[in-house]
T-cell receptor, first 113, second 114 residues
Framework: DQQVKQNSPSLSVQEGRISILNCDYT??????FLWYKKYPAEGPTFLIS?????DKNEDGRFTVFLNKSAKHLSLHIVPSQPGDSAVYFC????????????FGQGTRLTINP | GAGVSQSPSNKVTEKGKDVELRCDPI?????LYWYRQSLGQGLEFLIY????????KSGLPSDRFSAERTGGSVSTLTIQRTQQEDSAVYLC????????????FGSGTRLTVV
């Protein structure tokens, strides 16, 4: 039972344009969501998060949008840069903090010069 | 140390052998997690330690897998009688409960069973 789904295994975007990565979840009890970024041969690193009481959180070029009614969140990167090329994982948690995270399958983002 | 340290970074083993993977979390982090990523798959939860509480072992795929955490710090994940399907990157993470930004991951151990 895949509770967090990233249906696009890969995405290719031109440098300078907007990258939009999508994530769907099935468990309505999830109330905290995170995005992680992973480069080859490295562990995932935290990128941005959002609580269910919000519908948007912005940090520089990165914005996460949450649509609770649709059980959908998205990560927008604008403008996209070559260094953004990585695998992006969406994750969800029942509560903030140390409770275990449920991860999606990841989306490989490639930024083309 | 400054980050989560995992060793070895790569391990090749023969089918049927036992392996031990080590994780050294960030000092002071009371929560420690093991995940694995198989080829083309997402991050699969294996086990979670929180302080002195009984670990959450609900993600361990079989009784060949076990993990322990000594002194609330270093953790060892043991896989007995390895099988080819155990080949994956095993990731360890730690966190400080109450902080909002989730886990800090190590670089992982790439296990290849031949």
């Amino acid at each position: 039972d895949q509770q967090v789904k990233q249906n696009s295994p890969s995405l290719s975007v031109q440098e300078g344009r907007i990258s939009i990565l999508n994530c769907d979840y099935t468990n309505s009890m999830f109330d905290y969501f995170l995005w992680y970024k992973k480069y080859p041969a490295e562990g995932p690193t935290f990128l941005i998060s959002i609580s269910s009481i919000k519908d948007k959180n912005e940090d520089g070029r990165f914005t996460v949008f949450l649509n609770k009614s649709a059980k959908h969140l998205s990560l927008h990167i604008v403008p996209s840069q070559p260094g953004d090329s990585a695998v992006y994982f969406c994750a969800a948690s029942l509560i903030q903090g140390a409770q275990k995270l449920v991860f999606g399958q990841g989306t490989r983002l490639t930024i083309n010069p | 140390g400054a980050g989560v340290s995992q060793s070895p970074s790569n391990k090749v083993t023969e089918k049927g052998k036992d392996v031990e993977l080590r994780c050294d979390p960030i000092s002071g982090h009371t929560a420690l997690y093991w995940y694995r990523q198989s080829l083309g798959q997402g991050l699969e939860f294996l086990i979670y330690f929180q302080g002195n509480s009984a670990p959450d072992k609900s993600g361990l795929p079989s009784d060949r897998f076990s993990a322990e955490r000594t002194g609330g710090s270093v953790s060892t994940l043991t896989i007995q009688r390895t099988q080819q399907e155990d080949s994956a990157v095993y990731l360890c993470a730690s966190s400080d409960p109450g902080l909002y930004y989730g886990y800090t991951f190590g670089s992982g151990t790439r296990l290849t069973v031949v």
